[in-house]
């Protein structure tokens, strides 16, 4: 699984769009790019996943260049309740072809939302 | 519906005692994820399960550690001779094994301190 890397914490104000950039140089053809979030006290919940340039969902979109080597988490309009944690991870996650579609996550980017 | 659930919530035991953690994935779900998160870092894998057989368990640490998931619901993580490194939240993901992304349903955890 390609490595990733993303910043440790980022800050941001109510009302912000925040975006938070991953690296992922390594990445295979097969791999997607997914991201997780995670609250205090809970499990990491799914927010987004993506192959190549854009995806938009109701909770986020999902920036990938052209060449795949990073990827982009844009949050519009964050609140106080989007302060969590959120992860970067890249693999091919599809079942069969010898996958388990374990997921490896790294430290993840602890996002601080402030009034 | 329901989500993954996890039992119990927290468990406190000592040093050299053997614990047993407990999750219910949501139903029809036949992929099952364990992972242990310590504070401060990403969750890590611990085993997958696809029905009743365990397909990886290339991320239990040692033989203390065992999983079963006998009728390829319901399944239990057992901890023998515990130790004070094996506190950590313990989470439990599944995932209906359909479609090329995988997501993940991750229960609440069960936190685990070892005394």
């Known amino acids: 699984l390609a490595k990733t890397t993303q910043p440790i914490s980022m800050d941001s104000y109510e009302g912000q769009e925040v975006n938070i950039t991953c690296s992922h140089n390594n990445i295979a053809t097969n791999d997607y790019i997914t991201w997780y979030q995670q609250f205090p006290s809970q499990g990491p919940r799914f927010i987004i996943q993506g192959y190549k340039t854009k995806v938009t969902n109701e909770v986020a979109s999902l920036f990938i260049p052209a060449d795949r080597k990073s990827s982009t988490l844009s949050l519009p309009r964050v609140s106080l309740s989007d302060t969590a944690v959120y992860y970067c991870?890249?693999?091919?996650?599809?079942?069969?072809?010898?996958?388990?579609?374990?997921?490896?996550f790294g430290q993840g980017t602890t996002l601080q939302v402030k009034p | 519906g329901a989500g993954v659930s996890q039992t119990p919530s927290n468990k406190v035991t000592e040093k050299g005692k053997y614990v047993e953690l407990r999750c219910d994935p949501i139903s029809g779900h036949t992929a099952l994820y364990w992972y242990r998160q310590s504070l401060g870092q990403g969750p890590e894998f611990l085993i997958y399960f696809q029905g009743t057989g365990a397909a990886d368990d290339s991320g239990l640490p040692n033989d203390r550690f065992f999983a079963v998931r006998p009728e390829g619901s319901v399944s239990t993580l057992k901890i023998q001779r515990t130790e004070r490194g094996d506190s950590a939240v313990y989470l439990c993901?599944?995932?209906?094994?359909?479609?090329?992304?995988?997501?993940?349903?991750f229960g609440p955890g069960t936190r685990l301190t070892v005394l």
């Open positions: 991870l890249v693999g091919d996650l599809r079942h069969g072809s010898g996958n388990t579609g374990k997921l490896i």
């Open positions: 993901a599944s995932s209906p094994m359909a479609g090329a992304n995988n997501e993940q349903f």
